[in-house]
């Protein structure tokens, strides 16, 4: 069984800051990990992938995440936000291999609001 | 361009129709999967299918039937058994089972009144 924990469904920060989402796992095997960004009505576009290389992991548009296997985090993380950042953001775990690969256990969600 | 195609992205029907929801890649993908999203509880897994004339229930199967007559089709039909419709259903596809990286198309927005 596998579970996602998405700490603060919402997270306001202002331009320029950093932006810190939080996201916890639990899984029986080795986990892939991932981050998704959603804009409102539209489909999920993956910013970036952990999948056992590699702990800390960069992805799309400045963003990247640490997989610390002491802790189950995967964190997500931006030295400085924009305003196109303003979104939802998704923590997803799945594993590979085996009868049920691919699918992908989501967090919650976290809305991220960026303020000028 | 390679992609995920739904359709419609909006789509509104009367309480006790049945409706299908149509999804497409051109990735050679040979997993598919269907999620709903409600606000605030993220996406559940309806329906996946890993391999042509074959699939299996997610977590919230019930109300919900699927088809997987080609690799490149998976659709997905919400039948008047399904209590609650109205969400946002999204339609995904990874490669195989070691490229688990899924994709996902923009969504159909159903509204049942």
């Known amino acids: 069984a596998q579970s996602v924990t998405q700490l603060g469904s919402h997270v306001s920060v202002s331009e320029g800051a950093l932006v810190l989402l939080r996201c916890n796992y639990s899984?029986?095997?080795?986990?892939?990990l991932f981050w998704y960004v959603q804009y409102p009505n539209q489909g999920l576009q993956l910013l970036l992938k952990?999948?056992?290389?590699?702990?800390l992991v960069k992805g799309i548009n400045g963003f990247e995440a640490e997989f610390k296997k002491s802790e189950t985090s995967f964190h997500l993380t931006k030295p400085s936000a924009h305003m196109s950042d303003a979104a939802e953001y998704f923590c997803?775990?799945?594993?590979?291999?085996?009868?049920?690969?691919?699918?992908?256990?989501f967090g919650q969600g976290t809305i991220l609001t960026v303020h000028p | 361009d390679g992609g995920i195609t739904q359709s419609p992205k909006y789509l509104f029907r009367k309480e006790g129709q049945n409706v299908t929801l149509s999804c497409e890649q051109n990735?050679?993908?040979?997993?598919m999967y269907w999620y709903r999203q409600d606000p605030g509880q993220g996406l559940r897994l309806i329906y996946y299918?890993?391999?042509?004339?074959?699939?299996q229930k997610g977590d919230i199967a019930e109300g919900y039937s699927v088809s997987r007559e080609k690799k490149e089709s998976f659709p997905l039909t919400v039948t008047s058994a399904q209590k609650n419709p109205t969400a946002f259903y999204l339609c995904?596809?990874?490669?195989?089972?070691?490229?688990?990286?899924?994709?996902f198309g923009q969504g159909t927005r159903l509204t049942v009144v």
């Open positions: 990735l050679n993908h040979d997993a």
């Open positions: 299918s890993q391999i042509v004339n074959d699939f």
């Open positions: 952990y999948t056992s290389a590699a702990t």
């Open positions: 997803a775990v799945s594993t590979a291999g085996g009868t049920s690969y691919g699918k992908l256990t």
């Open positions: 995904a596809s990874s490669m195989d089972r070691l490229n688990t990286e899924a994709f």
């Open positions: 899984s029986s095997v080795p986990p892939y």
